[in-house]
C-alpha cells in the first residue's frame, strides 16, 4: 500500500515511516525542507514537498494514496501564542485530504491525544466524544471539533479513526515533555514533583505506537477511537524520582506556586492527572505493548541532558 503521512519526520512520524517501510508498505511524507527529505528517504519513504497551509497539494496527496496519516500540527505556530491560527490550518488540511478520500473507503487517521478527557477516573475510547462546554469555550476545542469532524467522514465511506496519544510518547530520542522536565531538574539541581506527586500520566513506547498507527491503517473500523495507551498512569513522583537517579540529584516536592516559577506556563500541567486506558483498542485490534517502560527508559539514561 502507498500511505501519505504528514510530519513523517517527527518523533512519532518518523517510527511510523519506519515500521510502515518494514511492513512492505510504500510512505510519502510531507516535508518542507532539504533538510527534511534527507531525513525522510534515509527511513526510506519518499518525500512530498508541501505544507499544512496548502489544503490542495495535500488534497493531491490524499487521492494518490491508499490511506492517510495526519500527525502534523503547527506547533510553531501554537507556542507562539497563535492556537487558532495553527487550529484553523489544520482543519482546513484535514478537510482537504477527508474530501479528497470521500467515497473511497480509504483510511484517514488523525493523531490526537487522551489529556483533557479526566473525567475523576482512567479516559477511554468513549470519552470526548461529547466535548463538555469548557473545552468548546477554550482554543483547544476547535482540536476536538476536528477530531470529531474526521469521525464523522465514516458517512461518506472514509475509514475515519482517531488515535489518542498519552503526554509522554517515550524512547531513546524523544525530546518531549519528560526531557523538557529532565533538562528542567538538570539546571534546578533537583528533580521536582507537586504535592504528593500522586497524580499520574499515562505513558507509550514510540515502537508500540507506530505499530498501532500501522494496525489502524490496515484494519481499524471507520469512526473508531483509539488509545495509543500503554501504562495507564505513571506517578508524577516516580518519574521525578528516576529522573533524579538518571540525574545524580535530589528528588523533592514542590508547592503549585513554585511549580509555576520552575516549570514556566507548564506548571500546571505537571500537576495534571492524565489517566487512560486502551481495552477497546486491543480487543479490537490485538494490539498489545511489548517495548520498555516510561521509567526504565528514564533509568536507561535516554534523558540525561547533554548540555551544561
Known sequence: MRYFVTGATGWIGAATTAELVDAGHEVRGLVRSDEAARRLEALGGIPWRGDLADPEGLARAADESDGVVHLAFAHDVAWRGDFVSAATTDRRAVEAMGTALAGSGRPLILASGVAGLDHGRPATESDGLVPSAATR??????????????????????????????????????????????????????????????????????????????????????GS????????????????????????????????????????????????????????TSELLGWAPRESTLIEDVDAGHYRPTSP
Not at 148 to 170: A, I, K
Open 137 to 222: 469555550a477554550l482554543p483547544v476545542g476547535r482540536r476536538a471539533a476536528t477530531a470529531l469532524y474526521v469521525l464523522s467522514l465514516r458517512g461518506v465511506d472514509v475509514r475515519s479513526c482517531v488515535l489518542r496519544f498519552p503526554p509522554t510518547v517515550h524512547g531513546a530520542g524523544d525530546h518531549g515533555f519528560v526531557a523538557w522536565i529532565a533538562s528542567v531538574a538538570h539546571r534546578a539541581g533537583a528533580s521536582a514533583y507537586v504535592g504528593d506527586g500522586a497524580n499520574a500520566w499515562s505513558a507509550v513506547h514510540v515502537a508500540d505506537a507506530a505499530r498501532l498507527v500501522r494496525r489502524a491503517l490496515e484494519d481499524a473500523p471507520a
Open 225 to 280: 477511537v483509539l488509545h495509543a495507551v500503554a501504562e495507564e498512569g505513571v506517578p508524577f513522583r516516580e518519574i521525578a524520582a528516576a529522573i533524579g537517579r538518571s540525574l545524580g540529584v535530589p528528588t523533592r516536592s514542590i508547592s503549585p506556586e513554585e511549580a509555576r516559577a520552575q516549570f514556566d506556563h507548564l506548571g500546571p500541567f505537571v500537576a495534571m492527572d492524565v489517566r487512560a486506558r486502551a481495552a477497546v
